[in-house]
């Protein structure tokens, strides 16, 4: 969707989530929810080449800008997203700057990148390559994660990297990374990606990290985060499912028993 990397780099508030469920007509709820953006997650979820096109399909028939997090660094998993129509791409465990160089040469057109021109879906199967080409790389936002201790070590430099628009923190892999795991860890982890969001905003580049509660948002944005990923579709059919049943089944507890005590 246009407009999308503009208004993450004018830093304005962006909440999405993450798709993980391998079908379309959850991306479309998900989509009619009012999310800021989508994030299907190719990385971690049952999702194959052929599904990833048709994710992205569903987003868009609702105008909601869907980028996708790649299973890893190949081009070839960069191209295959961005030429299925998504907004952007957030690639996991960069923890170089030689990396993300990499990302952004698989994510850009020449002179930015070397990103291989094809007549996918993103070009109008080649009926419009050329319109394509002459805004990709305005429009497409370049997202890397950083998940390690290596990248939480190298934080400046990645987001240093030209082109690159947002660096992502990874909580629970960094956590695991540094050691910082539970209750024990929380401050540990905390300072950590309070020092990976200020190299990123130095570098004038935008924070982004993923929240799995609503709450967490606030914390990170008093830091200066503004791109947000918050839980997944598959999380949030969880808690709404649990709640659900709970509520219903306490009820229904209550109902029984002055049923049982009327009768």
């Not at 465990?93 to 990103?115: D, F, H, I, M, N």
């Not at 291989?116 to 936002?141: K, Q, S, T």
Request: charged share 20%; glycine share 12%.
């Amino acid at each position: 969707m246009t407009g999308f990397r503009e208004k993450c780099l004018g830093r304005q508030a962006m909440v999405g989530t993450f798709a993980a469920i391998p079908h379309p007509v959850a991306v479309e709820v998900v989509a009619q929810a009012g999310p800021d953006f989508l994030c299907i997650d190719w990385e971690h979820a049952q999702i194959g080449r052929d599904t990833l096109e048709n994710l992205v399909r569903a987003a868009d028939i609702h105008q909601v800008p869907a980028m996708v997090r790649v299973p890893g660094h190949a081009p070839e998993a960069i191209a295959a997203a961005l030429d299925s129509g998504a907004s952007g791409v957030l690639v996991p465990r960069v923890s170089t700057a030689e990396q993300a160089r990499a990302v952004v040469k698989a994510s850009r057109y020449p002179p930015l990148g070397e990103r291989g021109v094809g007549p996918g879906r993103a070009a109008g199967y080649g009926y419009r390559i050329f319109d394509y080409l002459g805004r990709a790389n305005a429009e497409i936002l370049v997202a890397v994660q950083v998940e390690t201790a290596e990248g939480f070590a190298n934080a400046a430099e990645i987001a240093a990297t030209d082109d690159v628009d947002v660096v992502f923190v990874g909580p629970g892999d960094l956590s695991v990374s540094l050691g910082a795991i539970g209750p024990d860890g929380a401050e540990k982890l905390g300072q950590a990606i309070g020092a990976i969001i200020e190299a990123t905003l130095a570098a004038g580049k935008i924070a982004g990290i993923f929240c799995a509660k609503p709450e967490d948002t606030s914390r990170w944005a008093a830091k200066g985060a503004s791109f947000y990923i918050l839980a997944s579709d598959t999380m949030f059919l969880g808690a709404a499912v649990e709640a659900g049943c709970g509520a219903a089944q306490k009820g229904a507890a209550v109902s029984g028993a002055d049923g049982v005590r009327n009768g």
